[in-house]
């Protein structure tokens, strides 16, 4: 076990802006953690949400995706980033999508500070399995709930390849709500409902889905 290499991720630490006894455990763990082989990373939405402490003995920054000019600031100011370095933090983290996920990193090592955009090239299976927006987690469940999961998530992925249904949720709602007065939550449901039934039966926005399945299938048979 000591010479095994362990890790802690604690995710939404924002959570623990109320807690600085958390805080200070945390630190004191950083500082004591690496002769023990423990790697600690935290995660949350904000840069403010570390303390000037844990940003001094970090030894590296994941930025995935700043929501404002705002926080991009904070990001700037935080992690000390060049000038080039901050035009990719604002211009260049749009999100996880087709392209792949940029994401942009700080790390230091020898003395040294390297900052560098780097791509996580996720495939589409991949981006629906961590998707977390609200619609697609919705969608997602609704299909999990009439076939095994890793059947759901190809066809999420061949109809989608994106990733993601927001858009096409946010369309169908607009339409249904312009030809109803239902409640929102109403509308939301019943376009989820009827995204599922079509990707079940193969019709619609599906249409040729069961085709594209099984070329999936040979095709990853010939690569085996």
């Not at 920054?61 to 700037?76: F, M, P, T």
């Not at 095994?148 to 249904?165: E, W």
Request: charged share 25%; net charge negative; with cysteine.
């Amino acid at each position: 076990m000591k010479e095994t290499v362990k890790r802690i991720d604690f995710e939404e630490w924002h959570r623990t802006h109320d807690a600085p006894q958390v805080n200070k455990q945390a630190i004191e763990d950083v500082r004591e953690g690496r002769k023990h082989d423990v790697q600690i990373a935290f995660i949350s939405q904000r840069a403010t949400d570390f303390s000037a402490d844990l940003v001094g003995q970090a030894t590296g920054y994941w930025i995935l995706k700043c929501g404002d000019e705002k926080e991009a600031q904070n990001v700037i100011e935080t992690f000390q980033l060049t000038e080039a370095s901050a035009y990719v933090v604002r211009h260049r983290l749009p999100g996880p999508g087709r392209n792949g996920a940029p994401f942009f990193v700080v790390m230091k090592a020898a003395g040294q500070k390297y900052e560098q955009l780097l791509v996580n090239m996720l495939g589409p299976i991949e981006l629906w399995a961590f998707s977390s927006t609200p619609g697609d987690t919705a969608l997602r469940s609704r299909l999990f709930a009439r076939m095994h999961s890793t059947r759901a998530l190809r066809c999420l992925a061949c109809v989608f390849p994106g990733g993601s249904a927001e858009k096409e949720i946010t369309r169908r709602k607009a339409e249904a709500m312009r030809a109803s007065a239902g409640q929102d939550e109403v509308v939301v449901a019943g376009v989820l409902n009827e995204l599922v039934e079509e990707i079940v039966e193969g019709k619609g926005i599906a249409a040729g889905l069961f085709r594209r399945l099984a070329e999936f299938d040979e095709v990853t048979q010939e690569a085996a």
